[in-house]
């Protein structure tokens, strides 16, 4: 997965529902050092609650991207973010940089 | 000393030869030696059974020889005598932070037990057995089920193969060389009582992705404050150490270490709880004892309430009694001024 362009995670889910499997991978994909290069903010909600999981990204362009973690699965997700992350590398290297 | 042996005249050896064609050894005459008789235990007393393997080691259904065996035994011990366990998602942790992260651990354990000691509690020194894994995730909810769902019968396991007073005629349950009748961990039994089984266990959800285990070998909900608030503290109640008390624990590397480790959850007594339950049970104060005092205190305003209550019952029919008598002494009183008008 590209990480590079991402500046923002935040996630929200509920461990305790197996449908919040998408979103803890897509936590434990992040590189190392992430919290250096990109603000990461995990809310866990009680056992109880059956609030779907939510995964919210922001790029380095401005993009939001709001996933849906459950419908996609985490290979979803990561196709996803490659997707925009693919095009941003691409205008990065068109410019020059 | 040589063994003083004779070889046989060719005589004898050709009728030997003759008598047992089978041996194509050379055949030694010895010494007939006579069997002394057997005792008397020999003889009222059947020979104990013999079992064909150690009882340490009873033939297990699973391949002993792989890790991930090996590692179920493992877990499943872990989680039969460990009643408080926390669970971590760890996420892309370095080699360098873990070590951090538990140096600082060990170091607040250390401080509990001697607070311990000094409050007059006996030394019971659990910073060693106190610990972070990193746990196999389908192997753990493996070991998981069986520890939780296997529960065999309190079958006649007490019949021991080497006790002497064990008839040879018992049958005895580590015996079977198929292994049908073994409970132990790795047994068919275990397998297949808990095979068809995969999602049942409240903990199974969690149980996927990257996880670690801090394991306390008793509930201690000292220990266990002290952890969280070195591993996520929550500022009320698990204030993270300041920087001059607690140099160490705001170092780059345990900092950037602790970002990435995520409290999922709890099993204390085999119950499953989240991460608010977990922190309720981090916050009993005192510990155990603590929480027998709330309880003596409780029990004591309840003991107050009922002696209130039936006493209150009492008077109550006292009065009611009393009223009653008054009523009727009234009754009588004016029924017997009407006879004497009579």
């Known amino acids: 997965m590209i990480t590079k362009f991402i500046t923002e995670v935040s996630t929200t889910f509920n461990p305790f529902l197996p449908r919040a499997k998408t979103a803890r991978l897509f936590l434990s994909f992040l590189p190392p050092n992430a919290r250096q290069t990109m603000k990461v903010d995990t809310k866990l909600l009680p056992r109880a609650s059956r609030d779907p999981s939510l995964l919210q990204l922001k790029f380095k362009d401005g993009k939001q991207m709001k996933l849906d973690a459950e419908k996609l699965g985490i290979k979803g997700v990561v196709e996803e973010v490659d997707r925009h992350s693919r095009i941003l590398s691409r205008q990065e290297e068109l410019n020059g940089n | ?342």
């Not at chain 2, 068919?188 to 959800?205: F, G, N, Q, S």
């Not at chain 2, 204030?239 to 950037?256: E, F, K, L, M």
Request: charged share 20%; hydrophobic share 40%; aromatic share 6%.
């Open chain 2, 1 to 342: 000393m040589l063994p003083r042996v004779h070889t046989p005249s060719k005589a004898i050896s050709s009728i030997l030869r003759k008598r047992r064609p089978v041996r194509s050894q050379r055949q030694y005459a010895t010494a007939a030696a006579i069997t002394p008789a057997a005792s008397h235990e020999q003889m009222t007393r059947s020979s104990s059974p013999i079992a064909r393997y150690p009882l340490t080691q009873p033939p297990s259904y699973k391949p002993p020889e792989f890790r991930k065996s090996q590692l179920l035994r493992q877990y499943a011990s872990l989680l039969r005598s460990t009643p408080l366990m926390l669970l971590f998602q760890h996420n892309n942790l370095k080699a360098n932070e873990w070590v951090g992260i538990r140096r600082e651990l060990s170091a607040a354990l250390k401080k509990v037990d001697a607070a311990r000691v000094a409050a007059g509690h006996p030394p019971e020194p659990l910073e060693d057995a106190i610990k972070v894994q990193i746990i196999q995730t389908g192997i753990f909810a493996a070991a998981l089920r069986v520890v939780e769902f296997f529960k065999p019968e309190s079958q006649s396991a007490s019949l021991d193969p080497t006790d002497p007073a064990t008839p040879s005629s018992a049958t005895v349950p580590v015996f079977t060389k198929s292994g049908d009748e073994l409970t132990h961990t790795l047994s068919k039994a275990a397998h297949e009582a808990v095979a068809d089984i995969r999602t049942a266990h409240a903990l199974a959800p969690l149980l996927a992705g990257p996880l670690a285990v801090l394991t306390f070998p008793n509930v201690s909900p000292q220990h266990m404050k002290a952890a969280l608030s070195i591993l996520s503290p929550s500022p009320p109640d698990f204030p993270a150490p300041t920087r001059r008390a607690n140099p160490g624990w705001h170092d780059a590397a345990v900092q950037s270490g602790l970002q990435k480790l995520l409290l999922l959850g709890a099993r204390v007594e085999g119950k499953v709880f989240d991460v608010d339950g977990t922190k309720w049970v981090g916050s009993i104060d005192g510990g155990l004892d603590g929480l027998r005092a709330q309880l003596v205190a409780m029990l004591q305003g309840i003991g107050g309430g009922v002696t209130n209550t039936l006493e209150s019952a009492g008077r109550s029919l006292y009065f009611t009694v009393e009223g009653r008598r008054t009523i009727l002494e009234d009754e009588q009183k004016e029924a017997s001024g009407e006879t004497a008008k009579q």
